[in-house]
């Protein structure tokens, strides 16, 4: 049987070398660090990894290890740090006293009634470095786990992880946007709870995720991701973990979900992560979802907030840009997604002001963005459907649809599809083809609302509304109707959930209709 002894060298030698010492007088493979400069490791962090994972983890316990195993701040004996939260880690992946391939051993001078949860859960066995009492009860303990639950427990644990693994390499054999990539992605997270594999290959299951525009899904696999990195400390190189799954992950469904104070405060976490860790890509893309987030809340601010928004995007903008320029030259991708996003913010200040400049300093952005962006890629369709905007700005209809009609046909990503038909009924609307716009906003509405976006699906539905609200409900709203609402309810989510409930109000009322009390419904929902 394989053991590793684990222990703080500070407190906790004497009792680790008689531990060792008994186990190998009876025929047990064990290994510790006194072992380390026969072997000598390229890598210690790496050797104490493959240890613990692929071991039998003996805790020697000590003062000093309870310290290590219960913060991640104790930082006298960084090594012990290192390996007891891998032990920790592993004993969070059992869950559970019996069969678990971690076994405390406390020595007499330790009371076992003091020792933290993540130990009492767990078989305690006595010890005495001394007299070696307890020796024969641990032997005894070590043949059982190795045929009975132990050898069981670890079989299923390393069986989860290949099994993770392979799904994993399947979803990256095929396209982000393929049904078949999109299916292992909901499967491995509705069985990635406490996956550290999932966690690693976050940035595969993500991109997957938001091919399809699945707000939902995101969320669900950031939630998942984030509480696994929470529970154990990261292996070296994982640090900003955490900050990808919080700049891609919780900050980008946040954003769809239109709670932007709190897609602010995590973006900006997410890149304080990374810098940390010196993840420089994870920090910049930190700092262009927060300058987007800024640029969303400008759009929505009352005049007198919008400078400050509009400033700090300004600023987030300019640092994103520059460190991906480091990082990958002055023709990366990168900085083509931020040409873009320059090229929206111009087009918010133009229709802002009116200025006719800004709006060709962002048809110049765009221009920037195309030609570093590759075809037939999410941003570069993104950039698309911002061009036909720039069209409806510039009152090129015509062309403008012809963008947004391109992407329509040829893109894979149902995000960017519902944007296009959304963006289309707006220039169809330009040039009075209501029926065709109102079945362009009728499909946009139906396909943001099964991506989870919920926001852009009412902002849909009340474009509607306004039209030709009897498409909708059974009754048609007055543009009086129309402007009450809109002055009650800034959120088209509240306004839709008023509409509705006073439809249901007038369908359970017989005789006349009544007049609606928009205060008073706005009031009921937005309070529901």
Known sequence: MAIFVSYSSS???????????????????????????????????????????????LVIVSDDYVKALQSNDFVERRGVRYEAGLVRHKIYHHGGANGCAVMPVVPPDVDANALPSVLQQL?????????????????????????????????????????????LADLEAHPPS?????RLAHELVEQGESDLELARAFDSVVGVAKAHGDVRLVSRLSQVCLKT???????????????????????????????????????????????KYRDLPTAARGQRAHARVFLHMAMEAMPYDREFYLRNCEHLLILATTSFRSIGGPTSEEVGVCASLHA???????????????????????????GLLTPGTEPYHWLTVLQARLCLAARKYNEGKEFVTSVIATADYPEVVARSRQVRADLLLATREKSEALRDLLDAEEQFRMLGCDYAAASC?????????????????????????????????????????????????????CVPDWACLVDRVQHA
């Open 229 to 275: 990195l929470s529970s154990t400390s990261p292996l070296k190189g994982e640090g900003s973990l955490m900050a990808k799954v919080l700049v891609s992950g919780k900050a980008w469904h946040l954003l769809r979900e239109h709670r932007f104070s709190q897609a602010a405060s995590v973006a900006e976490e997410g890149t304080q992560i990374a810098k």
């Open 178 to 182: 393929s049904e078949l990539a999109y």
């Open 344 to 370: 929206e913010k111009q087009l918010l200040l133009h229709e802002m002001t009116g200025d006719r400049d800004l709006l060709a300093a962002a048809w110049e952005s765009a221009g920037v963005a195309e």
């Open 461 to 513: 539905w009340w474009t509607i509304a306004k039209i030709d609200s009897t498409k909708l409900v059974g009754f048609r709203l007055s543009a009086a109707d129309v402007q009450r609402l809109e002055d009650l309810a800034p959120d088209p989510r509240d306004r839709r959930l008023a509409v509705l409930a006073h439809e249901l109000r007038t369908a359970n009322r017989l005789g006349r209709r």
């Open 123 to 167: 078989v305690l066995h006595r010890f005495d470095p001394g007299t070696r009492l307890g020796e024969e009860e641990l032997v005894r303990s070590l043949g059982a786990l190795e045929v009975g639950n132990g050898g069981e427990v670890m079989q299923v644990e390393q069986g989860v992880a290949h099994r993770t693994r392979l799904m």
């Open 11 to 57: 407190d906790g030698g004497l009792a680790a070398s008689a531990v060792v010492g008994a186990l190998r007088s009876r025929g047990f493979d064990v290994l510790w660090d006194g072992d380390l400069p026969i072997i000598r490791p390229l890598s210690i962090p790496a050797w104490m990894e493959t240890a613990v994972r692929d071991r039998t983890v």
